[in-house]
């Protein structure tokens, strides 16, 4: 009984070439699902924002990451002024700004 114990340890310890080509496939395929699930989505995101900040232009009404809608009447190379009321402008980073605000539909009244 004790000679098949030891027999089967023996056994029990894989070659050390295919546990490295093992553990070498396996940190490629966490660091592939990474890549394909956190960092590919955030670079698709962050080229998206870059586009729309560069198409930004006087007269688009926009809302920032503060929650302030305004609209754009000057434009820099890293900031941007909005005009939030009639005599109220403020100026932010380009990067505050996130998304155009949703067009309101005009309620017709019968």
Known sequence: MLD???AQQQNAHP????ALL???IFF???FAIFYFLIVR???????KHQEFLANLKKGDKV???GGIWGTVVDIG???ITLKVDANTRITFSKEAIISYQPKQEEEQKD
Do not use: L, W, Y
């Open 41 to 47: 989505p955030q670079q698709k995101a962050r080229k």
């Open 22 to 24: 093992f553990q070498i």
């Open 15 to 18: 070659d050390p070439v295919s």
């Open 63 to 65: 809302i920032t990451s």
């Open 4 to 6: 098949f114990a030891f």
């Open 28 to 30: 490629i395929g966490i």
């Open 77 to 79: 190379e890293h900031t």
